[in-house]
């Protein structure tokens, strides 16, 4: 059947306007991200070479001091966004807003966040001046402040200043301007990375399959991958947890998650195999790979560059050998410690253990009240140890005690 003229012609328009939206989508995304680059990354900084102290509970934590103030504050060092400060430091430093932008929060809602720019921001020797730095209360990013205290995010816009070299076994970063100043660079694999749109991406092949995944160290696991790649991956074995997840720094979301281990795992063409880390499957669209999968290796950021490093540091303790869990995790959420995620057919879920119980003691020991980091050490040892595991819980005002003498073995 023949279309009419007229209908011909309102055809080519629509098709005319298709294309045309095509064609102008990567224009405006470049405007986008170059109106934030001008916020963001116009801030001046002068790199010498500089050890400083860290912290890592699945998460690096520095010390930074913002302009004038003396106080330290506790930053996670995070490369999936820029910088971000809480809206109570900032009201602290009487900063105003440069801006309002809108974007995802950490509940991928879109939301307006404010912009500021600090005078100065400061880690160890290393000083940056006039670089812009998010909203985080805006954005619902910053985490829960009762855990170690953190206040915001050493983010992409700061990390790409120079080159940044962390071993976690002695807790040190090394900040150094060029990467012939980091001496762990002559043993390390070479990992090239690609940008794009303000996020870096990493290729890999996992069991054969091609993707690529953003380095993102603000994500605390080792590699995640979205659910639909399992069929084509086909995982030796499969944990299910399901509860609460993210909830540290994007809020709480509800979702299963699926773990596996034993997958062979090639990072871009490096000559790195790797078949112990661990894989969680997740409704994530995106691959991502977190600051979990380099713990057992000095790695080194020179994003200048477009280079990860990554130099072994010991024998992967998980190499070739079966982990056991209590299938289990517990968290700190809205003052509580709580049973935050729960394994599928463990003896926890067996025994009647439900998310959201609220821990009163485990093994006898209370979670110490003002101190997150030391009950937080305490769980965690709980946890590690081979049993059994007693919790006392409390559940809708009813006292609950559970006594776990079997860990799942994977």
Same mark, same amino acid.
């Given at each position: 059947?023949?279309?009419?003229?007229?209908?011909?012609?309102?055809?080519?328009?629509?098709?005319?306007?298709?294309?045309?939206?095509?064609?102008?989508?990567?224009?405006?995304?470049?405007?986008?991200?170059?109106?934030?680059?001008?916020?963001?990354?116009?801030?001046?900084?002068?790199?010498?070479?500089?050890?400083?102290?860290?912290?890592?509970?699945?998460?690096?934590?520095?010390? #930074?001091? =913002?302009?004038?103030?003396?106080?330290?504050? @506790?930053? !996670?060092? +995070?490369? &999936?966004? $820029?910088?971000? %400060?809480?809206?109570?430091?900032?009201?602290?430093?009487?900063?105003?807003?440069?801006?309002?932008?809108?974007?995802?929060?950490?509940?991928?809602?879109?939301?307006?966040?404010?912009?500021?720019?600090?005078?100065?921001?400061?880690?160890?020797?290393?000083?940056?001046?006039?670089?812009?730095?998010?909203?985080?209360?805006?954005?619902?990013?910053?985490?829960?402040?009762?855990?170690?205290?953190?206040?915001?995010?050493?983010?992409?816009?700061?990390?790409?200043?120079?080159?940044?070299?962390?071993?976690?076994?002695?807790?040190?970063?090394?900040?150094?301007?060029?990467?012939?100043?980091?001496?762990?660079?002559?043993?390390?694999?070479?990992?090239?990375?690609?940008?794009?749109?303000?996020?870096?991406? #990493?290729? =890999?092949?996992?069991?054969?399959?091609?993707? @690529?995944? !953003?380095? +993102?160290? &603000?994500? $605390?696991?080792? %590699?995640?991958?979205?659910?639909?790649?399992?069929?084509?991956?086909?995982?030796?074995?499969?944990?299910?947890?399901?509860?609460?997840?993210?909830?540290?720094?994007?809020?709480?979301?509800?979702?299963?998650?699926?773990?596996?281990?034993?997958?062979?795992?090639?990072?871009?063409?490096?000559?790195?195999?790797?078949?112990?880390?661990?894989?969680?499957?997740?409704?994530?669209?995106?691959?991502?790979?977190?600051?979990?999968?380099?713990?057992?290796?000095?790695?080194?950021?020179?994003?200048?560059?477009?280079?990860?490093?990554?130099?072994?540091?010991?024998?992967?303790?998980?190499?070739?050998?079966?982990?056991?869990?209590?299938?289990?995790?517990?968290?700190?959420?809205?003052?509580?410690?709580?049973?935050?995620? =729960?394994?599928?057919?463990?003896?926890?879920?067996?025994?009647?253990?439900?998310? &959201?119980?609220?821990?009163?003691?485990?093994?006898?020991?209370?979670?110490?009240?003002?101190?997150?980091?030391?009950?937080?050490?305490?769980?965690?040892?709980?946890?590690?140890?081979?049993?059994?595991?007693?919790?006392?819980?409390?559940?809708?005002?009813?006292?609950?005690?559970?006594?776990?003498?079997?860990?799942?073995?994977?």
């Amino acid at each position: 059947m023949f279309l009419r003229p007229l209908h011909r012609l309102l055809l080519l328009l629509v098709l005319f306007c298709m294309q045309g939206c095509i064609l102008i989508r990567p224009v405006l995304q470049k405007m986008a991200y170059n109106e934030r680059r001008h916020y963001y990354e116009e801030g001046t900084t002068n790199i010498s070479k500089d050890t400083i102290n860290y912290t890592y509970d699945g998460h690096i934590i520095v010390g #930074v001091k =913002l302009n004038n103030d003396t106080t330290t504050h @506790k930053y !996670i060092v +995070d490369n &999936g966004l $820029n910088s971000i %400060l809480s809206n109570d430091d900032a009201k602290n430093l009487n900063l105003r807003p440069l801006t309002t932008m809108t974007g995802y929060d950490a509940h991928k809602n879109i939301q307006a966040f404010s912009v500021y720019k600090l005078d100065s921001f400061k880690i160890g020797a290393q000083t940056f001046y006039n670089y812009g730095f998010s909203g985080g209360d805006d954005l619902k990013a910053v985490p829960n402040k009762g855990i170690n205290g953190v206040n915001g995010f050493v983010g992409l816009n700061i990390l790409e200043q120079g080159v940044w070299s962390f071993n976690n076994l002695t807790g040190q970063l090394i900040i150094a301007n060029n990467i012939n100043e980091i001496p762990a660079e002559r043993k390390a694999y070479r990992i090239p990375l690609k940008k794009h749109y303000g996020r870096w991406f #990493v290729a =890999l092949r996992v069991n054969g399959i091609k993707t @690529k995944a !953003i380095l +993102d160290f &603000g994500y $605390n696991g080792s %590699l995640m991958l979205p659910k639909k790649m399992m069929d084509k991956i086909k995982p030796k074995s499969m944990l299910t947890y399901y509860g609460l997840t993210n909830y540290t720094l994007a809020g709480v979301n509800y979702d299963t998650l699926h773990y596996s281990r034993g997958a062979k795992i090639e990072l871009a063409q490096s000559g790195l195999d790797l078949e112990s880390k661990m894989i969680c499957f997740s409704n994530s669209p995106l691959p991502l790979l977190g600051v979990g999968f380099v713990t057992q290796y000095c790695f080194t950021i020179d994003l200048s560059h477009n280079t990860l490093y990554l130099a072994p540091l010991q024998q992967d303790p998980h190499a070739n050998k079966h982990l056991k869990t209590w299938g289990l995790n517990i968290n700190k959420q809205n003052g509580d410690w709580i049973v935050t995620t =729960l394994l599928k057919d463990s003896e926890a879920e067996n025994k009647g253990i439900h998310i &959201g119980d609220k821990l009163v003691s485990i093994n006898d020991k209370t979670p110490v009240p003002g101190d997150d980091q030391l009950s937080l050490k305490l769980i965690n040892e709980a946890l590690q140890g081979d049993g059994p595991l007693s919790l006392d819980l409390l559940r809708d005002g009813a006292s609950i005690k559970l006594v776990l003498r079997e860990k799942v073995e994977y």
